[in-house]
């Protein structure tokens, strides 16, 4: 059974970047798709951006131009490079593939 566990969460000013890695068990992480989905306190969790197997991407409308995602099956890792972040970012960020969820990193966006 595959299991992810993210990390690269932290606390950044507003206009900065980070990066979250989410590392994959299991023999089948290439032919997966990986999404990274985020949730803020009150909110409903929500797409934040999604990779195919093929490497075809997709993301909220809201992170365009800013978040690109990307993985490594070689590492068995995806990554959410995360630029020019701002408050309304902040959210536990969880990493899934198909019915599988990660245990979440918190990002906070200090204005």
């Known amino acids: 059974q595959v299991q992810l566990v993210e990390s690269g969460g932290g606390l950044v000013q507003a206009g900065g970047s980070l990066r979250l890695s989410c590392a994959a068990s299991?023999?089948?992480?290439?032919?997966?798709?990986m999404g990274w989905y985020r949730q803020a306190p009150g909110k409903q969790r929500e797409l934040v951006a999604r990779?195919?197997?093929?490497?075809?991407?997709n993301y909220a409308d809201s992170v365009k131009g800013r978040f690109t995602i990307s993985r490594d099956n070689a590492k068995n890792t995806v990554y959410l490079q995360m630029n020019s972040l701002k408050p309304e970012d902040t959210a536990v960020y969880y990493c899934?593939?198909?019915?599988?969820w990660g245990q979440g990193t918190q990002v906070t966006v200090s204005s």
């Open positions: 899934n593939a198909i019915s599988i």
């Open positions: 990779i195919l197997s093929s490497g075809s991407t």
């Open positions: 299991g023999s089948i992480f290439s032919i997966l798709p």
